[in-house]
């Protein structure tokens, strides 16, 4: 059975052409699929009975199976997700006060390879198709009770951010395709100024995400030169810091210059944590004039991974550099530690 999850309109037009249906009903069913947050074909009672039957041979709107739910005592929630074929991704919810972000993952393991991250010790599987990586946000909502879609400004899950398991930019296809449904006002809906995604920089993809979607970019920075990056991030090799500097220029350019670009950058103790480093980066920034914020990661550690995270005071003096360069430079606050829900402790394996 296929998924009506993750098709865009004009690939439920045909299917319905094909049913003998007028193509108007496609957006009659994404608003039951995506406003109202409906799981069974059976309930499209604004259907007829005769079109729900014929759908529900062939369809379902399926939603992987929740294998395991933890909150942490900060309310940060998690989710182990499977799929049909077994694997599994996890899926964070990150409150913030009266709203918050649903992280979420675009592939299963990742090949890039960075050599700080959990995930990116566990080699690629699979990218997830449109249908997985849509339904991890219609999970949470499922979890919070959030259906029908309230308005924008009164959602308690207000936010996705694209920073779970994998390099959306290596599922270009799926992850764009995922991403109009979040964003299209007849899907789920979700501004694309509510949107973040975050990408190890692979170069000739970037601006492609700009023009395609137009949402927020987080670049995972983490060095203030090829020399460090290449150690840290071997993708660097490939697509070396110049390039990815220029196409986050280009980023702003295209989708207007007003947003931020936000610069992750991980505080990795005795690696990329001097004072120089800092000054070294903002000048990279300055040049091209970007319009650019940091946040400054404390490194989670993990079993297998030697690295340690800076000390408190390195990183408070790493952004009081980068402040008087003049980029806002906040030390993110970890949350969810306790339920390894935090930045690289995602895995696909429930060990
Ligand atoms: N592949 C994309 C998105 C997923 S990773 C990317 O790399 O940007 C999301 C963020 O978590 C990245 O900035 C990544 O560098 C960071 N991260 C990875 N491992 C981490 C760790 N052990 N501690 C803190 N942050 C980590
Ligand atoms: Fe992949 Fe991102 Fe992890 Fe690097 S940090 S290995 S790109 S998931």
């Given at each position: 059975?296929?998924?009506?999850?993750?098709?865009?309109?004009?690939?439920?037009?045909?299917?319905?052409?094909?049913?003998?249906?007028?193509?108007?009903?496609?957006?009659q069913i994404w608003h039951l699929i995506y406003n109202q947050g409906k799981t069974d074909i059976n309930d499209f009672t604004t259907l007829s009975k005769s079109l729900r039957e014929k759908l529900s041979k062939h369809f379902t709107v399926k939603r992987p199976e929740i294998i395991k739910e933890l909150t942490s005592t900060d309310k940060t929630r998690k989710w182990l997700l499977g799929f049909d074929d077994k694997r599994k991704v996890e899926t964070v919810y990150i409150p913030e006060d009266d709203r918050g972000a649903v992280c979420i993952s675009t592939q299963i393991g990742c090949a890039v390879g960075c050599t700080f991250c959990n995930t990116g010790s566990q080699k690629l599987e699979r990218?997830?198709?449109?249908?997985?990586?849509?339904?991890?946000?219609?999970?949470?909502?499922?979890?919070?009770?959030?259906?029908?879609?309230?308005?924008?400004?009164?959602?308690?899950?207000?936010?996705?951010?694209?920073?779970?398991?994998?390099?959306?930019?290596?599922?270009?296809?799926?992850?764009?395709?995922?991403?109009?449904?979040?964003?299209?006002?007849?899907?789920?809906?979700?501004?694309?100024?509510?949107?973040?995604?975050?990408?190890?920089?692979?170069?000739?993809?970037?601006?492609?995400?700009?023009?395609?979607?137009?949402?927020?970019?987080?670049?995972?920075?983490?060095?203030?030169?090829?020399?460090?990056?290449?150690?840290?991030?071997?993708?660097?090799?490939?697509?070396?810091?110049?390039?990815?500097?220029?196409?986050?220029?280009?980023?702003?350019?295209?989708?207007?210059?007003?947003?931020?670009?936000?610069?992750?950058?991980?505080?990795?103790?005795?690696?990329?944590?001097?004072?120089?480093?800092?000054?070294?980066?903002?000048?990279?920034?300055?040049?091209?004039?970007?319009?650019?914020?940091?946040?400054?990661?404390?490194?989670?550690?993990?079993?297998?991974?030697?690295?340690?995270?800076?000390?408190?005071?390195?990183?408070?003096?790493?952004?009081?550099?980068?402040?008087?360069?003049?980029?806002?430079?906040?030390?993110?606050?970890?949350?969810?530690?306790?339920?390894?829900?935090?930045?690289?402790?995602?895995?696909?394996?429930?060990?």
């Amino acid at each position: 059975m296929d998924n009506l999850i993750g098709l865009d309109k004009l690939e439920l037009q045909s299917i319905l052409a094909e049913l003998g249906e007028k193509p108007f009903r496609a957006k009659q069913i994404w608003h039951l699929i995506y406003n109202q947050g409906k799981t069974d074909i059976n309930d499209f009672t604004t259907l007829s009975k005769s079109l729900r039957e014929k759908l529900s041979k062939h369809f379902t709107v399926k939603r992987p199976e929740i294998i395991k739910e933890l909150t942490s005592t900060d309310k940060t929630r998690k989710w182990l997700l499977g799929f049909d074929d077994k694997r599994k991704v996890e899926t964070v919810y990150i409150p913030e006060d009266d709203r918050g972000a649903v992280c979420i993952s675009t592939q299963i393991g990742c090949a890039v390879g960075c050599t700080f991250c959990n995930t990116g010790s566990q080699k690629l599987e699979r990218n997830l198709n449109t249908a997985e990586i849509v339904s991890q946000f219609m999970t949470a909502r499922d979890s919070y009770g959030e259906w029908p879609s309230p308005i924008d400004e009164t959602r308690y899950l207000s936010n996705i951010v694209v920073m779970g398991m994998g390099e959306p930019l290596h599922n270009l296809k799926n992850t764009i395709k995922a991403l109009k449904i979040l964003t299209d006002g007849d899907g789920i809906a979700i501004s694309k100024r509510r949107i973040t995604l975050s990408t190890s920089g692979i170069t000739p993809h970037i601006t492609t995400i700009a023009k395609e979607v137009g949402c927020k970019l987080a670049l995972s920075l983490h060095a203030p030169n090829n020399e460090i990056r290449d150690h840290i991030m071997p993708i660097n090799k490939k697509y070396p810091l110049e390039g990815v500097l220029d196409a986050c220029k280009e980023y702003q350019k295209i989708t207007g210059g007003r947003q931020y670009i936000t610069f992750e950058y991980l505080m990795l103790k005795g690696i990329n944590d001097k004072p120089e480093h800092a000054r070294e980066i903002a000048k990279e920034i300055k040049k091209r004039k970007i319009g650019a914020k940091f946040n400054l990661i404390p490194f989670n550690p993990w079993s297998g991974c030697d690295y340690q995270t800076s000390p408190k005071s390195t990183i408070i003096k790493f952004s009081q550099i980068l402040e008087s360069e003049g980029f806002a430079a906040p030390i993110r606050v970890s949350k969810g530690q306790d339920i390894m829900a935090a930045c690289g402790q995602l895995k696909s394996k429930n060990q």
